[in-house]
């Protein structure tokens, strides 16, 4: 069985920052891509960021140029650094992991998600 715990949310003011981790703990043998999504209320979950093991990353083109996604292999660690945050980007976010399990199959797992709220 796989874990991932995210931590790192909060309040934080328009303009500010917050740094999002997501620790993979249990049987694990290889992570192959990680990613962030989000949920506002009353919206659909939307991806934000996705990064290979390679460290190829993909965002969406609301976060650009103000989130950056990473990640530490030796930890089975993701990250995500928020900057310039908006109210828009007030939601619970979630972190997801294709993970190479004992069977020698890849499983999706979610963590448990982190409210990130930017108010004044």
């Known amino acids: 069985q796989v874990q991932l715990a995210e931590s790192g949310g909060g309040l934080v003011q328009p303009g500010g920052s917050l740094r999002l981790s997501c620790a993979a703990s249990?049987?694990?043998?290889?992570?192959?891509?990680m990613a962030w999504f989000r949920q506002a209320p009353g919206k659909e979950r939307e991806l934000v960021a996705t990064?290979?093991?390679?460290?190829?990353?993909n965002y969406a083109d609301s976060v650009k140029g103000r989130f950056t996604i990473s990640r530490d292999n030796a930890k089975n660690t993701l990250y995500l650094q928020m900057n310039s945050l908006k109210p828009e980007d007030t939601a619970v976010y979630y972190c997801?992991?294709?993970?190479?399990?004992?069977?020698?199959?890849?499983?999706?797992?979610w963590g448990q998600g982190t409210q990130v709220t930017v108010s004044s």
């Open positions: 990064i290979t093991s390679g460290g190829r990353t």
């Open positions: 249990g049987s694990i043998l290889n992570i192959n891509k």
């Open positions: 997801k992991a294709d993970v190479l399990s004992a069977d020698n199959l890849y499983y999706v797992y």
